[in-house]
């Protein structure tokens, strides 16, 4: 069987409800038949930003409208492609309701990999991109919930010290690896970053090597908490891996084990896809929801 398209909903707690785990099924679903549909007319960079829309639009994963807040209460979003040896990512942007198609616009018409902050948001009011609609109810009352504490004097873990076990009930960053009829391959993700992190902060999502890679041998994606992930440069490895023969479940296992020996568990997850369709998902924390779908369409989905 060879995979087409693999998307991922995050790493993080189980949830708590099995109402929440169908819907996270459906939402998987639905990305990977809209990446797929592009499938038999577009590229993987296609079909990677078609996928990541929906998981953007879903508002059940920290991504697009679902984004959680920074500590001044902030929807701050990164995001990140690769197609074809460019990249193409935005940081700390608040405007466009789907950053991945900021992203897109980097990686294709302009010259640069990164664009950030208060210009990012310029130039998705430029090129027409939605707007953001503001924080779902559910991030601002778990962030009144946190601000109530403080106030009353609780100590309040940050994510660093406690992991994604303690913000993270749904899963953290979104996304995507392909590969077309053409045998190229694409990677992207988009994140709200991690619950209460300094405004400013960029994490894994906007930096190629970290939170995306793709090249000619392989492609793959990162969810966790972004500060471990850049400091092991962990996709680029799971790519170089791929590239040295090893298969995606071996490289993602040897990655997320350096990871997890050095930062500890509950704190990232990988999907890792090889230019012969071969896929491999791997997570050290309670879960990872993740699927993919086949050259016959065939969907699988795994990690709830
Ligand atoms: N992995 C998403 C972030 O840390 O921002």
Known sequence: MKVVLAVHGGAGRRAVN????VTIKNVLEQALLEGFRVYKSGSSLDMVVAAIEVLENSGIFNAGIGSTVDAS????????LMFRGKAGAVACVRYPKNPIKLARFVLERTEHVIIAGGAADKLARKIGLEPHPGPLQRVLELYSNVIIRLRRGERVESPFQKSLETWL????????????????????V????????MPGRVGDSAIPGAGFYANE????????IGEYILLTHATLKI??????GAIP?????KILNIVTNRFGSNTAGFIALDNKGRVAGLYNTEMMPWGYISEEGN??????
Not at 73 to 80: E, Y
Not at 249 to 253: F, G, I, R, T
């Open 169 to 188: 009930s749904l899963g953290d960053t979104v996304g995507a690896v392909s590969i077309d009829r053409d045998g190229i391959l694409a990677a992207g």
């Open 217 to 224: 041998c392989g492609a793959a994606i990162a969810t966790g």
């Open 239 to 244: 790519v170089e891996e791929m590239c040295n």
């Open 73 to 80: 209460g902030s929807i701050s979003m990164d995001a990140g």
């Open 190 to 197: 988009s994140t709200g970053g991690v619950f209460l992190k």
């Open 299 to 304: 969907v699988k989905i795994l990690g709830i």
């Open 249 to 253: 479940s071996d490289a993602v296992k």
């Open 18 to 21: 099995q109402e929440t785990y």
